[in-house]
Structure formats: structure tokens, C-alpha cells
């Protein structure tokens, strides 16, 4: 579950994960559309990047952060879009 603070606002998205050794594949998934997910993680340190086109417009966002257990954050840069600040926690299945 993943919480993205821009300068206007909050928005609720989701990122899914799949783990192999230090490789991380899956799917971001917003309110505009769900696009492939890729990046690394060192120890506590985590690089993911997502990129989405749309009509010939492209946003990439850049996640870097820091993961705790079952919770992570950080910055995302959206390059010409600016950053935002992100926290992400382990989705509880019911």
C-alpha cells in the first residue's frame, strides 16, 4: 500500500513486488494506469523505477528509500513533474 505526498496532495497507489536475491520486478498501480516495475535492493536500501505512457505523454518516477521490516519511504523524483515523498507498508490480507 503506498502513499504518495506531492506539494498539492496525497495520493493512495499500490506497488507489487516480486523478490529474486537483490532484483525487484512487479507492477505500479495508479489512478491513471498500471505500468511495469523494476529496481534493486541493497540491505535496507531500495531503487525502484516505474514508467508509464500515455497519449505520447511519459511519466518515470524514481523511488529511492530506505525499507524497515514491512514498511518503507523515501523521495520520488518525477523528473520535469517534481518529487514527492512516498511511504509504503506491507498490504494485510484479511
Request: glycine share 12%; hydrophobic share 35%.
Amino acid at each position: 500500500d503506498l502513499e504518495m505526498k506531492f506539494s498539492a496532495s496525497t495520493v493512495n497507489q499500490t506497488l507489487v513486488f516480486e523478490q529474486k536475491g537483490s532484483d525487484l520486478t512487479g507492477t505500479h498501480i495508479a489512478s491513471i494506469g498500471q505500468r511495469d516495475l523494476e529496481g534493486k535492493i541493497y540491505g535496507s536500501n531500495i531503487m525502484v523505477c516505474s514508467s508509464y505512457t500515455l497519449e505520447g505523454v511519459r511519466i518515470n518516477i524514481d523511488f529511492t528509500g530506505i525499507v524497515d521490516g514491512n514498511t518503507m519511504e523515501g523521495q520520488a523524483s518525477l523528473g520535469e513533474y517534481g518529487m514527492a515523498e512516498w511511504k509504503a507498508k506491507r498490504h494485510k490480507y484479511k
